[in-house]
């Protein structure tokens, strides 16, 4: 089936321009200043043609975790958002570290048919942080990488063996970092607001150590490593200065830290709680500054949907995380294009290429001959976070009531419209 998409602006890593696209097979055909087809076509006037975001950290929670979130929820919140691909970490019950788990959950995002999911593996059996998983069949069913996420595998050694093993199957190992033991079950970053709400914190230091530790491995043993969901100031210099060396590391971040700082904390709501903990206003400078310089090279959502009785308890006690999958590309839109901190084709390479080419992944550019994963957005358009009316079945997001840019209006996968603004 063709489709035509009209009169938008595509937006491509070298910038914006004019252009119809031409969808045939499932792939872009075509882009040029004007096309002809007699097709069905999709009017794009006063909108943006994105390629469709890669999220290579999310949460999907099934199986095991249905009440949270399912593939099918999941899936239908990530295309609203114009996310085409997710990679789901492996925290599942059972966990994803073997060959099994990580077939059901390809056959099941096929049944479900919305967008692409690829499945991370544990680098370890049960993400205990002990023994190896195994890689060699978890690769054969399909993962596209290995990852304890939630937890660092504190073992040095064993760290060590992943990511060789990991390596040799044309892997990388997604790191959480944060140190365990000195974190010592602090819930919020460790400084003048824990004092001042009472909540037990932890030092940047937990997450330094550990991100530090990984680069160090992969320098000494010439195999890339790339690091979660950085939150710190001197996270991002310690990052930095591997790259200036030429170690072989990636990193992420998540809108959350570079949007909000601990100030949020003492409203004691539990959206407000996540892992790693938000930062202090110098954090978040570092943060948006990373992105600017390429030291962080893309943006994650860190979806990490929950029910209502896992975050309406005391803040202690509350479950980690945000449901960010409907709310990143506008999130990050108002607070870095608008603001003028990036530009639009530097968030696209953010959000869409460089994740991509981070893992492997076909797609993840407007081109031709490429997958005709697509979201079209009117950035003009104003809406209000409403965690209500998200598809998600997580409903904390500590953005609810915030006004942004930027609404998704259709979703294309492999050609085919798998969300549309009604």
Known sequence: MKILIKNGVAVTREGERKADILIDGGKIAKIAPAIEENCKTVD???????????DIHVHLREPGYEGKEDIESGSRAAVKGGVTQVCCMPNTDPVCDNAVVATY???????VGL???HPIG??????????????????????????????????????????????????????HCEDANLVDGGVVNEGYNSTLAGLKGSLRAAEDIMIAREI??????????????????????????????????????????????????TSYDTATKVNPPLREKKDVEAVI?????????????????HSAKDKQVEYASAAFGISGLETSLALSYTYLVKTGKLTMAQLVDKMSFAPAQILGLEGGALEEGAPADIAVCDFGKKWTVD????????KNTPFNG????????????????KFQQK
């Open 44 to 54: 794009a006037a006063g909108k943006y043609v994105l390629p469709g975001l890669v």
């Open 105 to 111: 959950i390809r056959a099941r995002a096929k049944e």
């Open 115 to 117: 967008c692409k999911v």
């Open 122 to 175: 544990a680098i370890t059996k049960g993400e205990r942080g002990e023994s190896l998983a195994d890689i060699g069949k978890m690769k054969s069913a399909g993962v596209v990488a290995l990852s304890d996420d939630g937890r660092s595998v504190m073992n040095s050694y064993i760290m060590r063996l992943a990511m060789e093993y990991a390596h040799d199957f044309g892997l990388k190992c997604l790191c």
């Open 216 to 265: 160090a491995l992969s320098e000494s043993l010439g195999i890339p490593v790339h690091i979660c969901h950085v939150s710190t100031f001197s996270g991002v210099e310690i990052i930095r200065n591997a790259k200036a060396r030429g170690v072989r590391v990636t990193a992420e971040t998540c809108p959350h830290y570079f949007i909000l700082t601990d100030d949020v904390i």
């Open 289 to 305: 500054r990373g992105l600017q310089d390429g030291t962080i090279d893309c943006i994650v959502t860190d979806h990490a949907p």
């Open 387 to 394: 965690s209500s009316a998200f598809l998600s079945k997580g």
């Open 402 to 417: 915030f006004g942004v840019y930027g609404e998704v209006k259709a979703t294309f996968v492999d050609g085919e419209i």
